[in-house]
């Protein structure tokens, strides 16, 4: 099993920044992909952003040149760093990881972009 737990998230102005963080713990594989997924109300999960153990990197268009995305492997950690925030990227944002054998949710931390 693998335990992700985040944190981060909160309430931010348009035009704000917030650092989103994530760390996982249990059955870690040293290959797999650590990213993060929004969900607004009424809407589906979406990506935002996704890196592999290799340091490869993949944005959404949504945030691309906003967002920035990046990991410790030695503290299983990945970081979210979003800049220039929107109202539409009012969200709950998702800590995933994927390996080879399963793939796991963090619980979630709410983001609200408002003034």
């Known amino acids: 099993q693998v335990q992700l737990v985040e944190s981060g998230g909160g309430l931010v102005q348009p035009g704000g920044s917030l650092r989103l963080s994530c760390v996982a713990s249990?059955?870690?594989?040293?290959?797999?992909?650590m990213g993060w997924y929004r969900q607004a109300p009424g809407k589906q999960r979406e990506l935002v952003a996704t890196i592999t153990s290799g340091k490869i990197i993949n944005y959404a268009d949504s945030v691309k040149g906003r967002c920035t995305i990046s990991r410790d492997n030695a503290k299983n950690t990945v970081l979210l760093q979003m800049n220039s925030l929107k109202p539409e990227d009012t969200a709950v944002y998702y800590c995933n990881l994927a390996h080879s054998h399963g793939v796991y949710w963090g619980q979630g931390t709410q983001v609200t972009v408002s003034s």
């Open positions: 249990g059955s870690i594989f040293s290959i797999n992909v």
